[in-house]
C-alpha cells in the first residue's frame, strides 16, 4: 500500500512540472500571436496594392506574353512550396499542411504532372528527409519571423526555375491561412502562371479600361511579377507564422487542461489510498486489541 | 503634385492624371508638394508607381522618409560604398549601396 502512495505522489509531481511548462508556452505562444498578427496586418496594405497593379497590366495589356503568365502547353512539373514551421508542440499545424501538400501532389500526378516540393520549416523538411523526398529548395530558421529577404530568396528560386525550360512549369502554395484566433485554414494556392480570377461587378474600385506604361507594358510586367509573387509568398509566410503560434496556443492550452484534470484524478486516488492505508492500521489496531483482550479474558 | 524618378525619366503627377504604372528607379527622390505644407520628400529604392482612380500608390521595396534619414549613417554608407567602386571597378553591389545612400541624403536634404 505504501509503495503505491509514493508512486501516485511521484506521478502527480511529474504531472505538475509538465503542466507548468505547457502552461508557460501557452502564455508565450499568445503574446507571440499578437506580433505575428500585426506584422501580418502591417503587409496588407502592399499586397493589395501590388495585386491591383498586377490586375491592371495584366488586364490592360492583354497581348503581352510573358514567361511568368502565360501557361505552357505541355506542362511536366509543378513546383508546390509547403510551408510549414520549425519547431513542434503546434498540434495538428504541420501535419495539416502536409496532408494537403500529400493531396495536392496526388492531384497534380492525376494530371500527369511530376511534382517537386520546396519546403521551408525544419517540420517539412524533416518530414521529405525522413520519406527520402527530393526536394527543389529548402528553407529553415525563420518561420517564427519571416523577414521580407526570406520571402525573396523563395521567390527568386522559384521563378528561376519557372524560367529554365527543364524546370517546374506551375507554382502552387501550400500555407495556412490565419482567419482567427480560433480558426486556421489550410489552402492551396496558384501563383504561377497567373490564374485569371472572376471579379464581382459590383466592385466600386474597377480597373479603369487603359493604363499608361513607363517605359512599356512587357518592361513593367518583367519588374512587377517577381515582386507579386514575392509579395505572394511573403503573406503566406506571414500568415504560416501566426497561425503556427494560434495551432500552439490552442494545443498547450488542452495540453495544460488535460494536466490539471489528470492532477485532480491523481490526488483523489492517492487521497483514497491513503484513507485505504489508515483504515487498514486501524482494522489491524483494533483487531490485535481484540484478540489480546480475548486471549486475556480467556486465561480468566 | 507627386514627383517621381522612373528608369525613362521624372514624372510629375497632377490630380486628374491619366492611370500610370511606372517602373521606379533604384535610389530615387520621390517628392510630395503639398498645399499649405512642406513637401513630403522620401529616398525611394525599386518599386513602382501606380496612378489609378486620382490616386498615387507607390511600391517600393525600401523607402524612407527624408525626416527619418539618419545622415551620418548614410554618409558612411556612401563612403564605405565608394571605396569598394574605387578598389574594384565592376562592384554593382557597392554600385546600388551608393545610389541608395546617395538618395537617402538628397532626401534628407543633404547636398551630395
Known amino acids: 500500500m505504501g509503495a503505491q502512495l509514493r508512486l501516485l505522489r511521484r506521478r502527480i509531481t511529474s ?21 505575428a ?9 502592399y499586397e493589395r496594392e501590388i495585386t491591383r497593379a498586377v490586375t491592371g497590366v495584366v488586364s490592360n495589356a492583354a497581348s503581352v506574353d510573358h514567361p511568368l503568365t ?49 519546403v521551408t520549416g525544419r517540420k517539412g523538411v524533416g518530414w ?36 529554365d525550360d527543364n524546370g517546374i512549369d ?19 494556392k496558384r501563383v504561377l502562371p497567373l490564374e485569371v480570377e472572376e471579379t464581382e461587378a459590383t466592385e466600386t474600385t474597377t480597373i479603369p479600361p487603359y493604363f499608361e506604361f513607363e517605359p512599356t507594358a512587357a518592361d513593367v510586367l518583367e519588374s512587377l511579377l517577381p515582386r507579386y509573387v514575392e509579395s505572394r509568398i511573403f503573406t503566406a509566410l506571414l500568415q504560416s507564422a501566426a497561425s503556427e503560434e494560434a495551432a500552439r496556443r490552442r494545443a498547450m492550452k488542452s495540453a495544460t487542461d488535460n494536466a490539471n484534470e489528470l492532477m485532480r484524478v491523481l490526488t483523489q486516488q492517492m487521497n483514497q489510498a491513503r484513507q485505504a492505508e489508515i483504515t487498514q492500521e486501524i482494522s489491524e489496531i483494533v483487531g490485535g486489541a481484540n484478540a489480546l483482550a480475548d486471549a486475556a479474558a480467556g486465561k480468566e | 503634385m507627386v514627383i517621381a524618378k522612373t528608369v525613362d ?15 521606379l528607379v533604384e535610389g530615387g527622390v520621390l517628392r510630395v508638394k503639398r498645399e499649405g505644407e512642406s513637401d513630403l520628400v522620401a529616398a525611394v529604392h525599386g518599386g513602382f508607381i501606380s496612378v489609378a482612380d486620382d490616386e498615387v500608390s507607390v511600391l517600393a521595396e ?51
Do not use: C
Open chain 1, 15 to 35: 504531472v505538475k512540472s509538465t503542466a507548468k511548462i505547457t502552461r508557460a508556452q501557452e502564455l508565450i505562444a499568445s503574446s507571440r500571436i499578437v506580433k
Open chain 1, 37 to 45: 498578427q500585426q506584422r501580418m496586418q502591417a503587409a496588407i496594405p
Open chain 1, 70 to 118: 502565360v501557361a505552357k502547353d505541355n506542362p511536366a512539373k509543378a513546383g508546390v512550396l509547403i510551408v510549414t514551421s520549425d519547431s513542434g508542440f503546434a498540434g495538428g499545424f504541420n501535419a495539416n499542411v502536409l496532408r494537403e501538400a500529400e493531396a495536392l501532389r496526388g492531384h497534380l500526378e492525376g494530371r500527369g504532372l511530376s511534382v517537386v516540393p520546396f
Open chain 1, 128 to 163: 521529405h528527409t525522413f520519406r527520402n523526398r527530393e526536394m527543389g529548395g529548402s528553407w529553415v530558421g525563420f518561420t517564427r519571423k519571416p523577414a521580407y529577404s526570406d520571402a525573396k530568396e523563395i521567390a527568386n528560386t522559384l521563378i528561376e526555375s519557372f524560367k
Open chain 1, 170 to 188: 506551375e507554382i502552387h502554395i501550400v500555407s495556412t491561412e490565419f482567419v482567427s484566433m480560433l480558426t486556421q485554414n489550410v489552402v492551396v
Open chain 2, 9 to 23: 525619366g521624372e514624372i510629375g503627377i497632377m490630380p486628374q492624371h491619366a492611370p500610370v504604372l511606372g517602373v
Open chain 2, 62 to 112: 525600401a523607402a524612407e522618409l527624408g525626416s527619418e534619414v539618419d545622415v551620418a549613417a548614410a554618409r558612411d554608407a556612401l563612403d564605405r560604398a565608394q571605396a569598394s567602386i574605387e578598389a574594384n571597378q565592376e562592384d554593382s553591389d557597392a554600385a546600388v549601396e551608393a545610389k541608395r545612400a546617395r538618395a537617402r541624403l538628397r532626401a534628407a536634404g543633404e547636398e551630395v
